[in-house]
């Protein structure tokens, strides 16, 4: 079935290091690709999105780039901050009537000062 | 805008008895999700409303758990009797629709229950 892989945490960096967090996804038809965050004691946001193969998407000075070829969406940041600790969850939707989400496991990062 | 509440934000029950988690959705979004995410695992789908009418209810793990939204506002999951492995966060989340299918989805905070 469809699934999404990603790297397992906890990832530490300390500030302004370079973070990539891995995602891989298994689908049978072409989806949409989501980074969401999640702080302390808060849901889960939207961080930045993809909708077709190329597509790259930005927030906050995240990006990730939809690769059909190595069906990935690898989150990348060139310079974190000790707010960017958070959990972060990479997900897959084939939208239609349901829209429902298929999320990978969850990486935790942490930032150090 | 207020975002999307759960309540309680934490429960903690034994083995056998019942609980009933709150979602209270951003005003005027039609679709409810809610997901479950187990100890250090994924994050999974249970079910989605549109309005008060359940359009997928596939990943409802088994019968001990119910889910309404009556009057297409409010929605409410109930566990019953709890086991051990029903451990774990409940998210909900809330969208509009739109011409082109829902839209984003909007995600409360959590409940978290522990089953002992």
């Known amino acids: 079935g469809d699934s999404v892989t990603q790297m397992e945490g906890p990832v530490t960096l300390s500030e302004e290091a370079f973070l990539t967090i891995n995602c891989t996804y298994t689908?049978?038809?072409?989806?949409?690709l989501f980074w969401y965050v999640q702080y302390p004691g808060e849901g889960l946001q939207l961080l930045l999105k993809a909708t077709k193969a190329d597509d790259k998407g930005s927030n906050k000075g995240f990006e990730a780039t939809y690769r059909k070829e190595t069906t990935s969406f690898h989150l990348e940041k060139g310079s974190v901050q000790v707010s960017d600790s958070a959990v972060y969850f990479c997900a897959l939707s084939f939208g239609g009537a349901t829209n429902k989400l298929i999320f990978g496991t969850g990486t935790l990062l942490a930032v150090q000062p | 805008e207020a975002g999307v509440t759960q309540f309680p934000s934490h429960s903690v029950i034994e083995k056998g008895q019942t609980v009933t988690l709150r979602c209270d959705p951003i005003?005027?979004?039609?679709?409810l999700y809610w997901y479950r995410r187990v100890m250090g695992k994924e994050i999974k789908f249970l079910l989605h409303f549109v309005k008060e009418s359940k359009q997928d209810e596939s990943g409802m793990p088994n019968n001990r758990f119910l889910a309404e939204r009556t009057g297409g506002t409010y929605s409410t999951l109930k566990v019953q009797p709890a086991e051990l492995e029903d451990s774990g966060v409940y998210f909900c989340?809330?969208?509009?629709?739109?011409?082109?299918?829902?839209?984003?989805?909007?995600f409360g905070p959590g409940t978290r229950l522990t089953v002992t």
């Open positions: 005003s005027g979004h039609d679709n």
């Open positions: 989340a809330s969208s509009q629709t739109g011409t082109s299918g829902s839209y984003e989805q909007y």
């Open positions: 689908a049978t038809g072409y989806p949409s």
